[in-house]
């Protein structure tokens, strides 16, 4: 008995450990730590961490499954990279979604709804002030979802949920390339609010 307790609970260690490295290289991506055509070594993410290959070969492959990763036979496992196709069906796809959501929020929508919203721009816009990247993407998801969720819609905020990390990928690599990150923050916010209500 004590020996079956013990392989449950390795095999709780083991579900944990790599749900955490799933949830750290998902960070990773949404916020261009890893880089689109970038390589993931195993190995050394193993060392960094501080663990085993295992829960990270797991995580991996969750990445995979979801598109995040891609593996090339004999050469390794990297960043999914984005045509001009992709971000064009990405965007055009989250503005459905975001339209949509406002659509269906908008009749009880309050006051305390409106301020949330409000909030995570000001966050955004406060971010950017201190040259805060990680605060700017944080906030810009956090207002994202908070669209989604107050649709009371969750087929709505599963369709988001399904595209978020690409959406924040995207996102991070487009306001690194501006040379302001106010600008990119300030014209981000009204693009996606502004997009979310055509």
């Known amino acids: 008995m004590a020996n079956d307790l013990h392989g449950a609970k390795h095999i709780i260690d083991y579900r944990m450990l790599s749900d955490q490295v799933t949830t750290h290289l998902t960070k990773g991506l949404i916020f261009g730590r890893l880089q689109p055509g970038q390589r993931i070594n195993e190995a050394e993410l193993a060392r960094n961490l501080g663990i085993s290959r295992n829960p990270i070969r797991e995580a991996v492959r969750r990445l995979e499954k979801r598109g995040l ?3 090339v036979p004999r050469k390794g496992t990297f960043v999914r990279t984005f045509e001009r196709r992709d971000i064009d069906e990405m965007f055009s796809f989250r503005i459905v979604v975001e339209s949509f959501a406002v659509e269906q929020a908008l009749p009880h929508m309050t006051d305390a709804d ?8 000001n966050a955004m816009i406060a971010a950017a002030g201190k040259n805060d990247e990680v605060g700017v993407v944080e906030n810009d998801l956090a207002l994202h979802i908070e669209i989604c969720k107050l649709s009371n819609n969750r087929q709505t905020l599963h369709a988001f949920a399904n ?3 690409e959406v924040q990928m995207l996102i991070t690599l487009a306001e690194r390339r501006c040379e302001n990150l106010m600008a990119a ?12 209500q055509r």
């Open 69 to 71: 990763l891609v593996a």
């Open 114 to 121: 409106l301020q949330r919203i409000a909030d995570f721009v």
């Open 185 to 196: 923050a300030r014209d981000g916010s009204v693009a996606k609010i502004g997009g979310s």
């Open 163 to 165: 595209i978020q990390t």
